[in-house]
């Protein structure tokens, strides 16, 4: 089993930043950020491997970073110029089996957080 407890989202104007974290109670071998709008399907954002692969969602390559801390078990998002199509419920997710590159799909991830709020308002 793995908890994940994300923080850090709020409202915030277009251009702005936040930084989510995410407090896991282990890690896993994949673990990522996803997001979900009112209305839409929820997408990947961001993930890394145990062996530090990451990958992005084309629509946040230059503006997202993920990463973690090993010792505190965390996972962080930080969000640069942020745009309202960023608006959205975003989640942590894990999965404990072996991964080399972490796939951005939801089927894939096998734990995750309750979620928490970003609006960016332009």
């Known amino acids: 089993q793995v908890q994940l407890v994300e923080s850090g989202g709020g409202s915030v104007q277009a251009g702005g930043s936040l930084r989510l974290s995410c407090a896991a109670s282990?890690?896993?071998?994949?673990m990522g950020w996803f997001r979900q709008a009112p209305g839409k399907e929820r997408e990947g954002v961001a993930a890394?491997?145990?062996?530090?692969?990451?990958t992005y969602a084309d629509s946040v390559k230059g503006r997202f970073t993920i990463s973690k801390d090993n010792a505190k078990k965390a996972l962080y998002l930080q969000m640069n110029v942020l745009k309202p199509e960023d608006t959205a419920m975003y989640y942590c997710?894990?999965?404990?089996?072996?991964?080399?590159?972490?796939?951005?799909?939801?089927?894939?991830?096998?734990?995750w957080g309750q979620g928490t709020q970003v609006t960016v308002s332009s």
């Open positions: 997710a894990a999965d404990t089996r072996i991964w080399r590159v972490c796939p951005l799909r939801d089927s894939v991830f096998g734990y």
């Open positions: 282990r890690y896993g071998s994949c």
């Open positions: 890394i491997a145990s062996n530090g692969e990451i």
